[in-house]
């Protein structure tokens, strides 16, 4: 049903700019919550941002406050992250995931995905 698929990652010194992308297909998202995940090494994934489909409501990891933004296209049916300021600790695999539930919380409280990406790497260089 819902298929993500990414890009936009890479290598990169640390100060410098990332934008990741996820084109979205399958589903209607209309009240679904679209977040991005990252996996440091020897880590497990933990929440950077979400965002409403609707784009009414956003949520940022204290980490990343100031440096990401995350946005949507309706249009491209694309979810992206914008990275700012990039620092070492930035780097992991990022993955776009759905939750559709509906539930906001769920996506940025118990950050529960539904359905997820493959994943693209970054890496930030010191």
């Known amino acids: 049903q819902v298929q993500l698929v990414e890009s936009g990652g890479g290598l990169v010194q640390a100060g410098g700019s990332l934008r990741l992308s996820c084109a979205a297909s399958?589903?209607?998202?209309?009240?679904?919550?679209v977040g991005w995940l990252r996996q440091a090494p020897g880590k497990e994934r933990d929440l950077v941002a979400a965002?409403?489909?609707?784009?009414?409501?956003?949520y940022y990891a204290d980490s990343v406050k100031g440096r990401f933004t995350i946005a949507r296209d309706k249009h491209k049916n694309t979810v992206y992250l914008k990275m700012n300021s990039l620092k070492p600790e930035d780097t992991g695999v990022y993955y776009c995931?759905?939750?559709?539930?509906?539930?906001?919380?769920?996506?940025?409280?118990?950050?529960?995905?539904?359905?997820w990406g493959q994943g693209t790497q970054v890496t930030v260089s010191s």
């Open positions: 965002i409403s489909w609707g784009g009414y409501s956003t």
């Open positions: 995931a759905v939750d559709v539930s509906g539930l906001w919380n769920k996506a940025t409280r118990l950050k529960e995905y539904d359905y």
């Open positions: 399958g589903g209607s998202f209309s009240t679904d919550t």
